[in-house]
């Protein structure tokens, strides 16, 4: 694993778009995988920024979403598809046709999993997956539990990620109960992995990352055996890294 501490989250956002950038310009077909929350943000507004200036082409590019709320079609503005549109289709040159997120409208998960993994398996695979974490090591929507879910599959959200992300909703009531999401396999499977984390809220799930047992309780640490990790966060997320070092 490479990890970079950096001062901000401006820093984090510049440092990963950066890195996404040049694997744009090294692979121009590339296969993004792509995470929603409020991690990446700052790293769209910079691909945008890069883009509008010339620097990087999305013409090319496919893109594959991590998960998506079962239940909430593409119009519900907390969707994870809205929240890709918003926040980076809609102002690059991407063709829409070539953004894939888990299609929550499915109502049979079994269709909607298999789906998302056949368009994994036939983009060629992932070149580059960029990936936030939660508080309690999750990735994507793989939450703790006793197994690593393999491929794509519906999860039960627990309290505490509806909790968490219920200030994108009016009440904890409208966050739904169940996602689609891909597997650890499945982030696995991606040739490189970017992970982001800021703020103090993830210094525990970080360090538990970096040097914890490998261990479903903490989705996150099976990073450890992926050849190609670079983590980019800042000075608060890696407050427990420095201390223990
Ligand atoms: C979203 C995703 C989640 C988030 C995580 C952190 O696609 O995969 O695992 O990365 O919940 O969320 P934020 O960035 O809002 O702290």
Redesign the pocket.
């Known amino acids: 694993m490479k990890i970079y501490e950096v001062k901000t989250y401006d820093e984090m956002s510049r440092k990963a778009a950066n890195i996404i950038a040049a694997q744009m310009v090294l692979k121009p077909n590339s296969v993004l995988g792509l995470?929603?929350?409020?991690?990446?943000v700052g790293t769209y507004q910079n691909l945008i920024e890069a883009n509008k200036k010339g620097d990087i082409d999305f013409s090319e590019i496919t893109t594959i979403?991590?998960?998506e709320y079962q239940g909430l079609d593409g119009d519900h503005d907390q969707s994870?598809r809205y929240f890709m549109n918003d926040n980076l289709f809609n102002h690059v040159n991407i063709r829409k046709e070539c953004t894939y997120v888990p299609d929550g409208t499915i109502g049979d998960a079994d269709e909607a999993c298999k789906a998302h993994e056949e368009i994994i398996r036939t983009s060629g695979g992932i070149d580059l997956q960029l990936?936030?974490?939660?508080?309690n090591g999750?990735?994507?929507?793989n939450e703790p539990c006793d197994h690593f879910p393999a491929k794509t599959h519906v999860v039960t959200l627990t309290e505490e990620?509806r909790e968490?992300?219920s200030r994108f909703f009016a009440s904890i009531d409208d966050v739904p109960t169940h996602a689609y999401?891909m597997g650890i396999g499945s982030i696995m499977s991606a040739k490189k992995i970017l992970l982001l984390a800021n703020?103090a809220?993830?210094a525990q799930a970080l360090y538990d990352t970096v040097y914890g047992p490998i261990t479903p309780q903490v989705p996150a640490s099976v990073l450890q055996l992926h050849p190609d990790v670079t983590i980019i966060a800042d000075e608060a997320a890696m407050a427990l890294i420095r201390k223990n070092r």
């Not at 995470?35 to 990446?40: F, N, R």
């Not at 990936?131 to 508080?135: A, E, M, R, T």
């Open positions: 995470a929603t929350g409020s991690t990446p979403n991590l998960d994870y990936l936030g974490i939660g508080g999750h990735i994507a929507f990620t968490a992300n999401t703020g809220a993830k």
